[in-house]
């Protein structure tokens, strides 16, 4: 059973900077893809970044590109989200979130599995 949890969320300044985790369990990794993604209240989940966890690739959406950094850990079996920069429309609950290593890795729909979520607060 694949367990997702996130941690490291909270309220922050306009250009400030958060680093979320997400430790996951239940099985090798190696073969998943993991993603970041975020929802606002009466929007969308939204795509953020994902990363191959074989060989640490990475793909970010445009709307956060050049501010978040997606990472892992081996060893500690987590994934990271820097985040910097931040602003009020980053205001979210952020996900982490793993697939197999098949399909489109931006829509929501292909993950398999979800942590619970953590909010960022940006204040202006």
């Known amino acids: 059973q694949v367990q997702l949890v996130e941690s490291g969320g909270g309220l922050v300044q306009t250009g400030g900077s958060l680093r979320l985790s997400c430790a996951a369990s239940g099985r090798a990794f190696s073969s998943y893809v993991m993603g970041w993604f975020r929802q606002a209240p009466g929007k969308e989940r939204e795509f953020l970044a994902t990363?191959?966890?074989?060989?640490?690739?990475?793909y970010y959406a445009d709307s956060v590109k050049g501010r978040f950094t997606i990472s892992r850990d081996n060893f500690k079996n987590e994934v990271h989200l820097q985040m910097n920069s931040l602003k009020p429309e980053d205001t979210a609950v952020y996900y982490c979130?793993?697939?197999?290593?098949?399909?489109?890795?931006?829509?929501?729909?292909?993950?398999?599995?979800w942590g619970q979520g953590t909010q960022v607060t940006v204040s202006s």
């Open positions: 979130a793993a697939k197999q290593a098949y399909g489109n890795n931006w829509i929501v729909g292909n993950y398999g599995y």
């Open positions: 990363l191959r966890w074989r060989d640490a690739s990475t």
